[in-house]
Nanobody
Framework: QVQLVESGGGLVQGGGSLRVSCAAS????????MGWFRQAPGKEREFVAA????????YYTDSVKGRFTISRDNAKNTVYLQMNSLKPEDTAVYYC????????????????????WGQGTQVTVSS
């Protein structure tokens, strides 16, 4: 079983940048495809980005393409989400998740694809 802890959230002005991190413990991160999801107040949790186990394939929801970048450092057991050109509508709690599927080169985009979740980190973008 893997434990996930997000960090790096905070308050940022619109147009600014922020990087959130997800540190894994318990098992080596390279066993898992990883994803980032977010949940805004009053809304359902939604997919943001995902990365395959080796980092060779990445996936993004349309609203963040060109602005957000997901990456991973398996040696540090950490996944990152670099967020640039932030908008007020990016305000949400951001969650990282781990998918223990053995499909090489793949990372899911649905919540049901993921087995383990972190507690979330708040990102607030002011206008």
């Amino acid at each position: 079983q893997v434990q996930l802890v997000e960090s790096g959230g905070g308050l940022v002005q619109g147009g600014g940048s922020l990087r959130v991190s997800c540190a894994a413990s318990g098992r080596t991160l390279s066993r898992y495809a990883m994803g980032w999801f977010r949940q805004a107040p009053g809304k359902e949790r939604e997919f943001v980005a995902a990365i395959s186990r080796s980092g060779g394939n990445t996936y993004y929801t349309d609203s963040v393409k060109g602005r957000f970048t997901i990456s991973r450092d398996n040696a540090k057991n950490t996944v990152y989400l670099q967020m640039n050109s932030l908008k007020p509508e990016d305000t949400a709690v951001y969650y990282c998740a781990a998918d223990s599927s053995t499909i090489i080169g793949y990372a899911g985009t649905e919540m049901d694809d993921y087995d383990y979740w972190g507690q979330g980190t708040q990102v607030t973008v002011s206008s």
